[in-house]
């Protein structure tokens, strides 16, 4: 399973990809915003040194709803780096815009998906990534981890190329059931991929380990 990181924060970026565990970066409106990125030459910029600090894929969102504004906006911003995905919602014009970007050579993130017919939408129309939003689906009380199963299930049955990218992650739970369920990648906020690391045996044992080490 490859693990992105879901951050547009370069500090966290660098030290989620100073692990060594890295292999992308996803962002969204919300988290761009969050770093106080604004206007068409910065969020191109800020795409631009992601992409110069990890060697990955790296999702950009287009911000448009109707097809040729997303056609018009995704091969900008493909252009900004070969390892930019451009990140298209889950929406009539969007699977159309899909399944051009794939024709035209250009990789996808189909976002927002919170159902198996919408995953096999996204499959359909050539989608690189799919991404299902489970602690948002757990929000809502329905077991998100549930969701990466069966269209893990489907995608198996249907030989679809398509990768899904659990999103939304929550905690380093999450990351591990969506490991047994079968996704192909989890993007994760920095705390949760760092959350894998703790254990409380591990500090016990370590603590221990240090104090007899002195004796030797
Ligand atoms: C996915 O690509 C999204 O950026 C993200 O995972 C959404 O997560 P949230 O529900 O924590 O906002």
């Not at 709803?65 to 780096?81: M, R, S, Y």
């Not at 948002?136 to 329905?142: A, G, K, L, N, Q």
């Not at 920095?190 to 370590?206: A, R």
Request: proline share 3%; with cysteine.
């Amino acid at each position: 399973m490859k693990f992105f990181i879901d951050t547009a924060n370069l500090a966290q970026i660098k030290e989620a990809n100073e692990l060594g565990i890295l292999d992308g970066v996803t962002t969204n409106p919300s988290l761009m915003a969050k770093e106080g990125i604004k206007g068409e030459e910065a969020i191109a910029k800020h795409y631009k040194t992601i992409c110069e600090i990890v060697d990955g894929d790296i999702s950009a969102e287009v911000l448009s709803t109707d097809f040729n504004t997303i056609v018009e906006e995704g091969k900008k911003l493909a252009a900004i780096h070969p390892n930019i995905i451009v990140k298209v919602p889950m929406i009539k014009d969007g699977v159309k815009a899909i399944k051009w970007f794939t024709d035209n050579g250009i990789k996808t993130n189909c976002t927002l998906v919170f159902s198996a017919g919408q995953a096999i939408l996204a499959a359909k129309a050539g989608a690189t990534y799919v991404s299902p939003f489970i602690g948002r689906i757990d929000d809502s009380s329905w077991d998100g981890v549930e969701l990466i199963a069966q269209i893990a299930h489907i995608y198996a049955l249907q030989e679809f190329d398509t990768q899904i990218l659990a999103a939304s992650i929550r905690n380093a739970l999450h990351i591990v059931k969506c490991a047994e369920a079968g996704a192909d990648v989890c993007t994760c906020p920095l705390e949760s991929i760092l959350g894998l690391l703790k254990h409380p045996l591990t500090d016990i044992g370590l603590a221990k380990f240090l104090e007899d080490a002195k004796k030797m």
